[in-house]
């Protein structure tokens, strides 16, 4: 029973009860066209019958005369049949960062992973919720988990405790991931990747170009700590890396802080500048930020934008 | 470039802070676990790269700045002229004169002069040329256009100077000064002295050049009480006295003040331990004389101290004298055979003294217990050894000169003999002339015998009012007899006193009866009368006794060497039973003891130290003998009271020093300091460091901003 109520607990804290009352009403749409076994809420390139009108076809003895286009076909003398879009489920994959960098945190806000989690653990709730299937992938370069891409609602719970259990350790190993997906040639969907972008861009945008080339949609969601960001050292510190023990550094921060401040928003404009090159959404975020509302935010961007 | 404050100097050592301080942050550093590293290492490649050189510009204005804040407060400055290191040359004038040594309570004049001094001095450049001048009776350079090296070494040399018994002559300084720098644009002279009127007398007459001009800084301490009483000498009235014999001792005291003293207390000390002190009320200038009788119960060497109360100038308070107090003194009568009558000689008459010595009372215990005379007679030629064994020998008309016995004499005075020489009628006026006078032992050559007839109206008195003969001044009272009531039926006039003969006594109508001709050892003593109570009333006088004594005690006062000494002069000690010397050490004043090594002289075994003492004061000698302790013989030095006068300056002599001389006077810090910036703000430029250092302040901002 202890067992269970820890986690509960655990469960509690990546996905609590507030964002999921948030979340209750959303809708995560597809921006793409997507390939699915199950009809579900999203436009798919294969035909069918549904709501988006696509165009005539001629009738073959065996179409629903229900599909018949009356007015068209006493117009032409000939039978049409209207043909529509088939929707789909959307299929994602979430791809969390469980590298060591993101242990980072500010005073009592959550660290990085954790807002990551919770993230991670909003957008499957969300796609779960809609009738879409999820995976999850929890990626270092130590350590790989993979969680299977399903529908079912049991599922969540899988991906939550997958989350909650893990503690961020090693170096990055999101290139090696994304490679892995894009190798593993998986159906069309959407790959989500959390993480706080803090490496070297150039090899992870590379793999999430070949991702987008197999037409796979691309959502970044980067999250940044406070302290990352501001910086606020005004004397020497020590500053020791999480990813490699024993790697350190020991700097007069104040003299550097303008240096760092410039180099760390120039590798989220380099990121920016990449996603709106690529036509990627790109959503970053601080760690006080609330997950519920930033994604709240961003599904209704992406409404606006797409609409239904 | 010369610094004017170069203890600020050491404050340069404060721009080492940044970079202790850049070591302390370094080692006290905040540990942060980071997970923005790929950032962070992009950025510090970028600081290396952009601004590498910038850090070490940013420490190295902060260094800078914070040096050149405490360089200029070291006030640097250049030099009027380039001229390597004969920039200005700094002339320090240093009066030692014992003058400066007044001052109330807390510090003298000297102290607190030399204090200004020396902190002007710590203003100098190392490489400034300087010279000092010291101001006494033997005006000098001490240091001629040294170069400074460290201000430590220049305090040193300034510190090693201390007040002397000297005057010091202003006007002589400056005239040395003139001649020495003719173009003394580059000069800044400091002087250190009073405005004591004796120093600056004579500065009116000082030709100074039109185009002198150096700049004159005049250290004059103030002094608010200017009252100055000095004890200017002490006497004894002879320098050898009989044991229980009274024996006077003279004090001087003189008002050096330009204001009447009321009461001022002199106090005479005997051995040390007070013995007296009388009141004295002093008009300005004025000088006045004490006595005392003093008795010594024991033989030795003995010393009196006079002394007056604290006032502006303490050094000249006290003086001492020293005495030798014997147990007897040996007489030896000089007799002829061919004159064996009763008056022939002074014999019979100092027999009756010799057998008052010997009463004895009606317990049989003697009457007389005071020291004594000895008395022996020849009639043989005296070998030098029974000459040696007298202090006194007496010669007069019961013996007759020849040319033999004149030099036997010669000889024994010589050696510190005492003669004393009673012209009765006896004498013979061509032999004595002739032979004493050529061995140079007559006081006054004779001229003519005069007589009278006993009892008659015609005869001669003594005088009571005009003794200056210190040993014979105790008849000015009748204490010991009325002198006038000596009555002389038979004289010798005499020619003039021979220099440097004295008259000690005189007659009533001012004729000499007692004269003396000291020697630096050795005295001749002569009475114009005979003592051989031939046509005199003096033996059945009451002061016969006293008489005889004083005159013996003068006489005898030549066998030692005087125990009053001037100052620098040789103090000197004639060793009786000079074998079993083991040794003598003179003790000056206020400096270590010296051994010293006896020598022979005509006078015997002499020790003698003949550097004397530079101040005075009591000095004393030390004898060590073989089984015997050792005895110390003290003496009293004695200098001349040539710098008590502390009377301010003129007027006019302010006036030719202010005005001509461009002097400008400094009594402190404060005023010296104003007087200094004033002087040299021309030349320093303080002003443009610490222009400098706010500019490097300013540009270390601007460069920090670069990194925040």
């Known amino acids: 029973m202890a067992e269970r109520s820890r986690n509960a607990a655990l469960l509690d804290d990546v996905l609590t009860p507030s964002a999921k009352d948030a979340l209750r009403h959303l809708e995560l749409y597809a921006r793409r066209m997507v390939e699915g076994l199950l009809h579900g809420a999203h436009r798919s390139k294969r035909k069918g019958y549904g709501d988006n009108f696509d165009h005539h076809k001629n009738y073959q003895p065996g179409d629903p005369l229900k599909h018949i286009d009356w007015k068209v076909s006493a117009r032409h003398d000939r039978y049409y049949v209207k043909r529509y879009l088939e929707r789909t489920a959307l299929r994602v994959r ?215 | 470039m010369l610094v004017y404050n170069p203890a600020f100097l050491w404050a340069l050592l404060l721009g080492s802070v940044p970079i202790l301080i850049y070591l302390l942050m370094r080692y006290r550093s905040l540990k942060v676990r980071w997970g923005s590293n790929y950032v962070l290492e992009r950025a510090i490649e970028k600081l290396k790269k952009k601004r590498y050189w910038d850090q070490i510009l940013l420490i190295a204005l902060r260094v800078l700045a914070i040096m050149a804040i405490a360089f200029a407060f070291a006030r640097p400055a250049s030099h009027a002229k380039d001229a390597g290191v004969s920039g200005v040359h700094h002339v320090v004038v240093i009066d030692t004169s014992y003058s400066l040594l007044s001052g109330q309570r807390d510090a003298s004049r000297w102290q607190r002069g030399m204090e200004l001094v020396g902190r002007v001095a710590s203003t100098w450049g190392r490489s400034d040329v300087w010279s000092l001048y010291v101001l006494d009776d033997n005006p000098r350079w001490v240091v001629d256009s040294g170069v400074v090296t460290t201000p430590e070494a220049t305090l040193a040399t300034l510190q090693a100077l201390e007040p002397t018994e000297t005057s010091a002559s202003l006007a002589k300084a400056f005239e040395t000064l003139i001649a020495k720098f003719p173009d003394a644009s580059d000069v800044e002279i400091t002087v250190l002295t009073d405005d004591q009127e004796t120093a600056w007398k004579n500065l009116d007459r000082v030709n100074v050049p039109a185009n002198w001009s150096p700049t004159i800084y005049w250290v004059n301490p103030p002094l608010d009480d200017r009252v100055n009483l000095a004890v200017t000498r002490v006497r004894f009235s002879a320098e050898r006295a009989l044991v229980k014999h009274p024996v006077r001792v003279f004090v001087s005291v003189k008002n050096f003040s330009a204001d009447p003293v009321r009461d001022a207390e002199v106090e005479i000390l005997r051995d040390g331990a007070f013995f007296d002190k009388e009141s004295v009320s002093l008009l300005p200038g004025q000088e006045t004389e004490i006595h005392r009788d003093l008795v010594f119960d024991d033989d030795g060497s003995h010393y009196v101290t006079a002394r007056v109360a604290s006032d502006a100038l303490d050094y000249d308070n006290v003086m001492h004298a020293g005495l030798q107090v014997e147990p007897t003194f040996r007489l030896l009568v000089l007799r002829d055979g061919a004159h064996a009558g009763k008056f022939d000689s002074s014999w019979r008459f100092l027999d009756v003294l010799h057998r008052v ?244 002289t005509a006078a015997g075994r002499v020790a003698s130290a003949n550097e004397g003492s530079a101040k005075s004061g009591l000095v004393s000698m030390l004898t060590a003998r073989e089984g015997g302790a050792a005895k110390r013989v003290y003496y009293g030095v004695q200098g001349e009271r040539m710098d008590s006068d502390l009377t301010p300056m003129g007027r006019e002599a302010r006036r030719r020093l202010t005005e001509d001389l461009r002097a400008v006077e400094v009594a402190d810090w404060d005023s010296f300091d104003e007087a200094l910036q004033r002087a040299r703000a021309s030349r320093e430029w303080h002003h443009w460091v610490i222009l400098l250092a706010l500019g490097m302040l300013v540009g270390e901002k601007l460069l920090e901003r670069r990194f925040v």
């Not at chain 1, 510190?237 to 921060?253: I, P, T, Y």
Request: hydrophobic fraction near 40%; aromatic fraction near 8%.
């Open chain 1, 94 to 308: 979430i791809v969390v960062d469980r590298s060591g960098s993101m242990l980072q945190r500010t005073g009592e806000l959550p660290t990085k992973y954790l807002q990551a989690a919770r993230t991670a653990a909003a957008l499957a709730y969300l796609i779960l919720r809609q009738g879409d299937s999820v995976g999850l992938t929890l990626t270092s370069l130590e350590r790989t988990t993979w969680l299977p891409v399903r529908s079912v609602n049991t599922h969540l719970v899988a991906i939550l405790q997958a989350l909650a259990n893990t503690e961020p350790v090693a170096q990055d190993g999101l290139q090696t991931c994304l490679r892995t997906i894009v190798d593993r040639t998986e159906p069309k969907g959407l790959i989500a990747v959390v993480s706080d972008m803090m490496y070297d861009p150039a090899p992870v945008q590379r793999e999430l170009g070949r991702l987008q080339a197999q037409g796979h949609e691309v959502l970044l969601l980067q999250l940044r700590d406070p302290t990352e960001e501001d910086f606020p050292f005004n004397r020497w510190v020590q500053f020791h890396d999480l990813e490699n023990a024993g790697v350190k550094h020991r700097l007069d921060a104040a003299i550097l802080k303008r240096i760092y401040r410039e180099e760390y928003q120039a590798l989220i404009q380099e990121w920016e500048a990449w996603a709106k090159k690529y036509n990627v959404h790109f959503v970053s975020f601080r760690t006080e930020e609330h997950v519920e509302t930033v994604l709240s935010q961003y599904i209704a961007f992406r409404e606006e934008i797409f609409g239904k």
């Open chain 2, 357 to 600: 010595q010997e009463y004895i009372n009606e317990f049989d215990e003697p009457v007389f217990s005071h020291g004594k005379l000895t008395l022996s007679q020849t009639d043989a030629d005296p070998d030098p050894a029974l000459l040696a064994s007298a202090d006194i020998v007496v010669l007069d008309g019961g013996r007759t000169l020849t040319p033999e016995l004149a030099e036997q004499l010669r000889r024994y005075v010589a050696a510190g003999g005492g003669l004393l020489l009673a012209a009765d009628q006896n004498v013979s006026k061509e032999t004595w002339n002739d032979l004493l006078g050529s061995a140079k032992l007559l006081p006054a050559p004779l001229e003519r015998l005069r007589t009278e007839k006993g009892g008659g109206p015609r005869f001669r008195t003594l005088a009571r009012s005009k003794f200056e003969g210190l040993s014979l001044k105790a008849f000015d009272t009748p204490e010991e007899g009325e002198i006038s009531n000596a009555l002389f039926y038979v004289w010798w006039d005499t020619a003039a006193p021979t220099p440097p003969a004295r008259i000690l006594l005189n007659y009533d109508d001012g004729a000499p009866f007692a004269v003396q001709l000291p020697n630096e050892l050795g005295n001749v003593l002569m009475t114009t009368a005979g003592l051989n109570g031939w046509w005199n009333n003096l033996v059945v006088r009451e002061f016969y006794v006293p008489l005889v004594f004083r005159l013996s005690s003068e006489a005898a006062s030549g066998g030692i060497f005087p125990r009053v000494v001037p100052l620098r002069s040789p103090v000197r000690l004639r060793l009786s039973d000079p074998e079993t010397v083991r040794g003598v050490t003179f003790q000056p004043v206020d400096a270590e003891s010296v051994v010293l090594q006896p020598t022979d």
